[in-house]
């Protein structure tokens, strides 16, 4: 099982982007997938994720900017982030909190590669 992420890139404050992560293997079912971000010396932070069923968490920083959504068929999440700021310059990355395979495993705790989002001012 494997998380792509894709979509970073450098833009402008107050322009858009939009990530993607896909999630591939046997895979028969993801619970929450998420979106975190993480600048050096910081920990990582929830921006938002989505469970199967369609509730959604969004961090403060980026509520009412950001819209987070899946495609469950597709396994991928998708992170819609308009006015950006120099403040969401970071790595993001996706997150699976459990999946379950094909044969019924639990995976626990999924991280994709991280993809870089620079916003310049």
């Known amino acids: ?25 046997s895979i028969r079912s993801i619970n929450a997938l998420g979106w975190y971000r993480q600048t050096p010396g910081n ?18 920083p980026v509520k009412g900017r950001f819209t987070i959504s899946r495609d469950n068929a597709k396994n991928t999440v998708y992170l819609q982030m308009n006015s950006l700021q120099s403040e969401d310059t970071a790595v993001y990355y996706c997150n699976a909190d459990e999946i379950i395979t094909q044969w019924g495993q639990q995976l626990f705790d999924y991280w994709g590669q ?7 001012s």
């Open 43 to 60: 920990q990582r932070e929830l921006v938002a994720a989505e469970t199967l069923s369609g509730l959604t968490k969004y961090g403060d």
């Open 114 to 120: 991280g993809t870089l989002v620079t916003v310049s």
């Open 1 to 25: 099982v494997q998380l792509q992420a894709s979509g970073g890139g450098t833009v402008q404050a107050g322009e858009s982007l939009r990530l993607s992560c896909a999630a591939s293997g």
